[in-house]
């Protein structure tokens, strides 16, 4: 194949088996697609993907794979993961070509013993770990290293280094995703990070004190053996001690779940590839190069994405022979046809049609992704209504748009509490306007978990009038964890009234709401006032507390 220009790439990486690790329920369908959509005015011509594909390792156990179109050409890099070039041919501006791989997989939870050597490491080599060293413009290790430092403190094995750069992660950092991508200095100041962001921090500060590390990238299957569908993925780290090898870091999770460690071990949920620490010519830093594009013109804007749609296996022909149906039914050139095809797929309900639901979503033909708008509305399921709305955002014909916010509209009207509920969290998840519109009046909602899930996830939304007046009126639900819960999430947003409320929180005679605001007012007040969780709320102590605590606030008009 001609060698092409590198034009852009995705963050994305995997890695070898090692460590304690088990099987994780049945085996799973999952459908992976890496799209390559041309944003700008040109044509681009001879288009090429890259892919670095899921090995069998310490995360997953890969059954079988089948690949569309075919490569043409493939190899294994440094950690022995498969790497096809798939040639896509020309795309004109606007539209959208797609690698698309069925793999059947069993995923694994994996724990690294960290009390005991492991016999069978292989000390990495000096390029290797050279390699897992190395500086890049997101990481800034020198302005990243004394930080580090203290944090490790006087601490002399790296085992013992890793954990403490991870728990000053975990006890400094917040999650939350915003679009911007910070560097690690800006990240350790408190800026709020995405996953990817908090991989590669912990990344920086272990290279800082001379850990070799790495990032670590993976698919999600969201709902366990429900059908599910991933369209962010996700990211952690790694990094390697002589004497027990590579080990999984992940402080998002533990930001988002703290009473749980992720510090040697990773949840089975995750289909995983590694940093391999080769930077390609010209490509981008730390080797995230699982997904890149190459095009003839260097000019041509690709913008690139992954997702993946889980459902249980069942019927490994079947599904294989739907897989391959699909993708040619998708790339024939008449549209009628392709349309056609869609509808039949409603018909015949395989359960990999959702799938490719989604897949029609990015036809050249705009009839074609109404009909594939309409299939989704009458799917059930509410696992897409994430990438539903994030197609609302890029879709540039109206009508389109309409079957796509119809669509969502008929998964979120259900009958069922606990799939309205899971609706609430997906719409808050895409952060777009129009799914804000769809949950007005969402706190009157009869079911409690649709109103629990509101108060959970709303403050995704940002600072927007609606978002306060919704947590206004969840302040004042019946429930009372729903109160609190609303009180705590509309904290996040930025409210004077979210203050209000957590004070009276502290005169809750449930301890647990007691230590949520007590924690929650701290990071405004910077002092507790002497408050004690551990005491009723009328004790003497408390009381004192509770009132110096409103007059701070009414000396901060603007506190947030």
Not at 109 to 119: G, I, R
Not at 350 to 355: D, E, F, G, Q, Y
Not at 467 to 473: D, K, L, P, S
């Amino acid at each position: 194949m001609k060698k092409l220009s590198l034009q852009a790439c995705l963050l994305a990486v995997l890695m070898p088996g090692g460590g304690g690790a088990r099987a994780q329920g049945p085996v799973r369908a999952v459908v992976l697609v890496y799209r390559v959509t041309n944003s700008g005015p040109v044509e681009a011509g001879l288009v090429a993907a890259r892919c670095v594909l899921p090995v069998s390792n310490r995360y997953q156990e890969i059954i079988d794979l089948h690949i569309d179109p075919e490569a043409s050409e493939e190899k294994l890099d440094e950690e022995d993961q498969r790497v096809i070039s798939v040639p896509l041919g020309k795309i004109p501006p606007g539209e959208t070509r797609a690698v698309r791989v069925l793999a059947r997989v069993r995923l694994k939870e994996v724990t690294v013993p960290l009390t005991a050597k492991n016999l069978d490491v292989e000390p990495l080599s000096a390029q290797r770990k050279q390699a897992y060293l190395r500086d890049e413009p997101l990481l800034k290790l020198d302005d990243v290293r004394a930080i580090a430092q203290e944090a490790i403190g006087d601490k002399t094995r790296d085992l013992e280094k890793a954990r403490a750069l991870y728990d000053y992660m975990t006890g400094h950092c917040r999650y939350n995703i915003d679009n911007v991508v910070d560097a690690a200095d800006v990240v350790l100041a408190g800026k709020p990070a995405s996953c990817s962001e908090l991989a590669y921090t912990y990344v920086a500060l272990c290279r800082s004190v001379g850990i070799p590390a790495r990032p670590v990238s993976a698919f999600v299957n969201r709902e366990g053996t429900s059908p599910s569908v991933d369209w962010r993925t996700h990211r952690w780290a790694e990094f390697f001690a002589e004497e027990v090898g590579w080990v999984p870091v992940d402080p998002t999770n533990r930001l988002n779940n703290p009473s749980e460690d992720f510090f040697g071990r990773q949840e089975g949920k995750y289909l995983a590839v590694v940093d391999d620490g080769v930077v390609p010519a010209g490509g981008p830093g730390l080797g995230w190069c699982a997904f890149t594009a190459y095009a003839e013109r260097i000019a041509v804007q690709l913008r690139l994405r992954r997702s993946a749609a889980w459902r249980t296996s069942t019927n490994r022909p079947k599904e294989t022979e739907f897989f391959t149906q699909a993708c040619e039914a998708l790339r024939g050139a008449d549209a009628v046809a392709r349309r056609q095809a869609v509808e039949q797929w409603h018909r015949e309900r395989s359960p990999l049609r959702v799938a490719f639901f989604l897949e029609a979503l990015f036809d050249a033909d705009a009839e074609v992704r109404k009909t594939a708008a309409d299939a989704i509305g009458r799917s059930n399921d509410a696992s897409v209504i994430l990438a539903l709305m994030k197609q609302v955002e890029t879709e540039p014909d109206a009508d389109v748009r309409t079957a796509l916010l119809d669509a969502a509209r008929q998964l979120f009207n259900t009958s069922d509490d606990e799939r309205k509920a899971k609706c609430v969290c997906e719409l808050a998840k895409s952060r777009t306007d129009e799914a804000l519109e769809l949950l007005d009046g969402i706190w009157d909602d009869e079911a409690r978990a649709v109103r629990k899930a509101a108060a959970q996830m709303l403050y995704k939304f940002g600072d927007k009038p609606a978002v306060h007046e919704t947590y206004r009126q969840l302040v004042r639900d019946e429930d009372e964890f729903i109160r609190i819960l609303a009180a705590l999430r509309w904290a996040r947003v930025g409210s004077h009234e979210a203050l209000e409320r957590l004070i009276e929180h502290l005169g809750s005679t449930n301890s647990w709401d007691r230590e949520k605001a007590l924690a929650e007012l701290e990071k405004r007040t910077q002092d507790s006032f002497g408050f004690n969780t551990r005491l009723g709320p009328t004790t003497r102590t408390n009381r004192d507390a509770i009132q110096k605590f409103r007059d701070w606030l009414d000396e901060h008009p603007q506190a947030k």
